[in-house]
């Protein structure tokens, strides 16, 4: 009895050190190093060197995920995918969206409604070309997906437009 007590007890200390270490990150500015989900899982969040991304990553691929670039309309692989499966971040794997959220936008960029999960990704102020706009990062490894926009369907009114190079699909 006394060893699952103390396996409890520091079960509960070792959850209320890892959430108190989230939330002084998050007031500091900074992303705590790992993501803590509704279930309580923690998953490390992935840290490389810019040099180490450009080892691994192609030219065109830098120049989205890593520099915020964007691809021209149309010219991306999954703008045009209608096939059922997940959408993971072509960086580090980490499930993004499903593609049951996919939905025809027109704009020449695969369109989701919402991501994956709440976790997947963080949403950034982006006041970089003089409007304001909201960037879409991968929230293990930090990479630029795209924008979300509030002109997307029902059920969320979300628009989360997402270069093809971010992403890498997963058929069902």
Aim: charged content about 20%.
């Amino acid at each position: 009895m006394k060893i699952m007590q103390t396996l409890t007890f520091f079960a509960a200390l070792l959850l209320t050190t890892s959430c108190n270490q989230a939330q002084q990150a998050q007031q500091s500015g900074e992303s705590p190093s790992f993501i803590l989900t509704p279930a309580g899982d923690s998953i490390p969040r992935i840290h490389k060197s810019e040099k180490e991304w450009q080892a691994e990553l192609s030219e065109p691929e830098y120049y989205v995920l890593r520099e915020a670039g964007t691809e021209r309309a149309f010219t991306g692989e999954y703008w045009d995918n209608h096939a059922e499966g997940e959408y993971v971040c072509r960086a580090c794997g980490f499930p993004l969206f499903d593609g049951s959220t996919k939905f025809e936008s027109g704009t020449g960029w695969p369109s989701f409604y919402a991501p994956a999960h709440g976790y997947s990704v963080e949403e950034i102020k982006d006041s970089s070309l003089g409007m304001i706009r909201t960037e879409v990062r991968c929230a293990r490894c930090g990479s630029h997906l795209g924008h979300v926009f509030n002109d997307g369907p029902k059920p969320t009114g979300l628009r989360y437009c997402i270069n093809s190079i971010s992403l890498k699909f997963k058929p069902e």
